[in-house]
């Protein structure tokens, strides 16, 4: 079982640059995958950004690319994601999801995460 829970979310000018953090809680979450994804007004849910167990593979969205960075840190049961260069097309509430199952591959699909947290308000405004 883990717990997750997001924060650093908040409002920000276009170009600005946020940092959200998510922290879990529960046994495995050191050995699982961890993805970030966003819902936009009126939008599906969708990849943002996601590691695998140890770090040693990330990937992220052709749309988030070279501006998101995401990385985690086992010893403390946390996992970030550096946002730069915010635009308003970023606006969205952001959610921490983790894998039910051990070492796995890093998915696209939200249908292949199992755990959730509550989610975090990303507002950017020019």
């Known amino acids: 079982q883990v717990q997750l829970e997001e924060s650093g979310g908040g409002s920000v000018q276009a170009g600005g640059s946020l940092r959200l953090s998510c922290a879990a809680s529960?046994?495995?979450?050191?050995?699982?995958?961890v993805g970030w994804f966003r819902q936009g007004p009126g939008k599906d849910r969708e990849f943002v950004a996601g590691?695998?167990?140890?770090?040693?593979?990330?990937s992220a969205a052709d749309s988030v690319q070279g501006r998101f960075t995401i990385s985690r840190d086992n010893a403390k049961n946390m996992v970030y994601l550096q946002m730069n260069n915010l635009k308003n097309e970023d606006t969205a509430v952001y959610y921490c999801?983790?894998?039910?199952?051990?070492?796995?591959?890093?998915?696209?699909?939200?249908?292949?995460?199992?755990?959730w947290g509550q989610g975090t308000q990303v507002t950017v405004s020019s």
């Open positions: 999801a983790a894998a039910g199952r051990p070492y796995t591959a890093l998915a696209v699909a939200t249908t292949a995460w199992k755990y």
């Open positions: 529960g046994r495995t979450f050191g050995s699982v995958a």
């Open positions: 590691i695998n167990w140890n770090g040693g593979s990330t």
